[in-house]
């Protein structure tokens, strides 16, 4: 028999026996990975156009590309001190309205100026959801069930930059088909598809923005502003009564010990955090995963793969990035966030060396470079990508866990500013075999590294976390 979410939401719990509504709730911020997602794949698809369109000099070119970039880091600048002071559910309205701004701005552009305007402002979104979607998950969701929760966002991340790649390709495919409409709707998805592909971010934004509307407030975002009561009723509506009076007893006690309050000691209980974070933050870049989620057709020509037969393995590279998303789902909470690492890393490490050893040998097929990177992907899927953002949310001190979550997500988008600018030059100077054992040397640093100091999160409640780093 099907059950219906008011049938689940009465017995409070799904099948797979976790509450129905955290899950449901957890929903909603993951929403803003999959505009995460999009808006940074969707580039991809434009750029020879809108090169065309404006007439764009190679700096304009790479201005377009960045401008989003750098958004997203005014964007993480700006989600702390707003996130502490709106609370996090406003803040992410906020970036939705950013995404649906830069989504219409882009469509209807009528100049160079105005694209890149459109795009820096999407990027202040990308920075915003970046920050505080994991973070609300992070905060709301229940011990047992958070690794499978902030995965969920990971989920919608790559689920993003699918979609991206479909609708770019869907809008290009039907561009012909689409020249007898007239008005706008040949200009958009036929003549300049470009226009197109960017106003399609609008569909699921406004769907993003809607669901906000019926989610309740962090609740320990509540209880760091004093609002006991709020927080009280909303941990009550969310959990069975059993988990939900244990819980509370437990915030109460953390609350009791003063240890919420932002007093002293800073850096004494953020060293040992911080390092851990931002270590995190640059080893997933430095795996070389947006290398290929972004340059992958032109890695697969390079090792002798047709134009077209490039595309459709990329596609499929995106399609692996998704399914093997879902391992993380299931394990992070039952295995545990060190396993995923530690296996996740071994499998990177292979991969990145098999994929270099390609590159160095003459004539492999390119089914082989294929099943290479789908084993690079899968691997980066079911560890690096969600257990990053995971461990990012979980390891910090209540009283400054938006500093050092902000911190860590920055350096993640200058890692990815950084590989974006190096990694053709990195190419042309060592040559594409020695890129990508320099990646692989970067995993197996990590391994070491995680293998040693990454603690194990898994059921344990913020404020527990917060004892062993602290006292690390
Ligand atoms: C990373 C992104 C990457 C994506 C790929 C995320 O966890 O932060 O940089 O593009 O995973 O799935």
């Known amino acids: 028999m099907m059950t219906t979410i008011r049938e689940i939401k009465k017995s409070g719990r799904l099948k797979m026996g976790l509450s129905a509504s955290p899950f449901l709730i957890a929903l909603a911020p993951a929403l803003g990975g999959f505009l995460f997602g999009y808006d940074t794949a969707v580039i991809s698809g434009t750029i020879e156009q809108v090169r065309n369109k404006f007439a764009l000099t190679p700096v304009y070119e790479g201005w377009f590309v960045s401008s989003g970039l750098l958004g997203c880091i ?84 790559t689920l993003g930059i699918f979609m991206a790649y479909l609708v770019n390709a869907g809008i290009a495919a039907s561009a012909e088909a689409n020249a007898e409409a007239t008005g706008w709707q040949e200009v958009l998805f036929s003549r300049e598809t470009w226009r197109g592909m960017f106003l399609m971010m609008a569909v699921p934004t406004v769907l993003f923005i809607v669901i906000l509307a019926f989610i309740p407030e962090s609740i320990r975002y509540l209880l760091k502003v004093g609002k006991t009561i709020e927080a009280r009723n909303i941990l009550f509506r969310t959990r069975s009564k059993a988990s939900a009076e244990q819980e509370w007893e437990a915030l ?63 596609s499929i590279v995106g399609g692996v990035n998704v399914l093997f998303t879902f391992v993380a789902i299931r394990k992070a909470d039952k295995a545990g966030r060190r396993p995923l690492l530690l296996w996740g890393l071994t499998g990177l490490v292979v991969s990145l060396f098999l994929i270099g050893w390609i590159f160095n040998a003459a004539a492999v097929p390119g089914y082989v470079l294929l ?102």
């Open 74 to 157: 005014m964007g993480v600048l700006l989600a702390g001190f707003l996130s502490n002071t709106l609370g996090r559910k406003n803040v992410l309205v906020l970036a939705g309205i950013t995404f649906l701004f830069s989504a219409i701005g882009c469509a209807f552009a009528e100049s160079k100026e105005i694209l890149v305007l459109g795009r820096m402002i999407g990027g202040i979104g990308v920075g915003i959801a970046s920050v505080v979607a994991p973070m609300y998950i992070s905060e709301f969701a229940p011990a047992a069930k958070r690794g499978m929760l902030v995965a969920l966002y990971q989920l919608a991340i």
């Open 252 to 314: 109460h006690a953390y609350q009791g010990t003063g240890a919420a309050a932002p007093t002293a000691g800073f850096w004494k209980r953020m060293r040992f955090p911080l390092l851990v974070g931002i270590l995190l933050a640059l080893f997933q870049q430095f795996s070389g995963i947006n290398a290929i989620i972004y340059y992958g057709p032109e890695i697969f020509r390079k090792a002798g793969v047709a134009s077209d037969n490039a595309l459709f393995f990329q």
């Open 371 to 472: 099943c290479c990177m789908l084993a690079f992907i899968a691997c980066f899927a079911l560890s690096l990508g969600p257990v990053t953002w995971i461990l990012i949310n979980e390891i910090f001190p209540s009283a400054y866990r938006v500093q050092g979550v902000t911190i860590c997500t920055l350096a993640v988008w200058l890692a990815v500013g950084l590989l974006g600018q190096f990694f053709p030059m990195m190419l042309e100077t060592f040559g594409t075999a020695n890129t990508f054992w320099i990646f692989a040397g970067s995993c197996l640093l990590h391994l070491l590294f995680s293998y040693k100091y990454i603690p194990e999160t898994k059921g344990k409640q913020l404020e527990e976390i917060e004892h062993i780093m602290v006292s690390h």
